[in-house]
């Protein structure tokens, strides 16, 4: 599979994604469109809110971008830069194998005991 078919096979999922969502929201919204309400004290419908809000923004983004035929999608072959160092990396990883021969070696030593 080359990168254009990853990147097809990306945007038909989102697309279909965002036309899922859109459809249960759009028989969610009975009531005003532009401003919904959302009681501060409940975590649940705030969380809701923030999550539509979301999507919408995200709908309307993903939209925006494929009429002006802008790539948004990271390529398939793409690695982030790292915030840690490789050298802090290795020195992490030594600690943590430290850390699982000490506990190996402490079960070791009760199964010896029992």
């Known amino acids: 599979m080359n990168d254009d078919e990853v990147e097809n096979l ?5 697309n279909s994604k965002l036309e899922s969502e859109s459809k249960s929201n759009d028989e969610d919204e009975d009531e005003d469109e532009d401003e ?3 009681d501060v004290n409940d975590d649940l419908a705030w969380e809701l809110a923030f999550y539509t809000q979301a999507l919408e923004g995200t709908g309307q983004a993903f939209v925006k971008f494929e009429s002006m035929r802008l790539p948004f ?3 398939s072959d793409y690695y982030a830069q790292m915030v840690k160092t490789d050298t802090h990396m290795e ?3 030594c600690r943590l194998l430290v850390k699982r021969k000490i506990e190996e070696a402490e079960e070791m ?3 010896c005991e029992v």
């Open 91 to 93: 020195r992490v990883k």
């Open 73 to 75: 999608l990271s390529p």
């Open 109 to 111: 030593r009760k199964a």
């Open 36 to 38: 919904q309400e959302v």
């Open 10 to 14: 990306e945007v038909e999922g989102l």
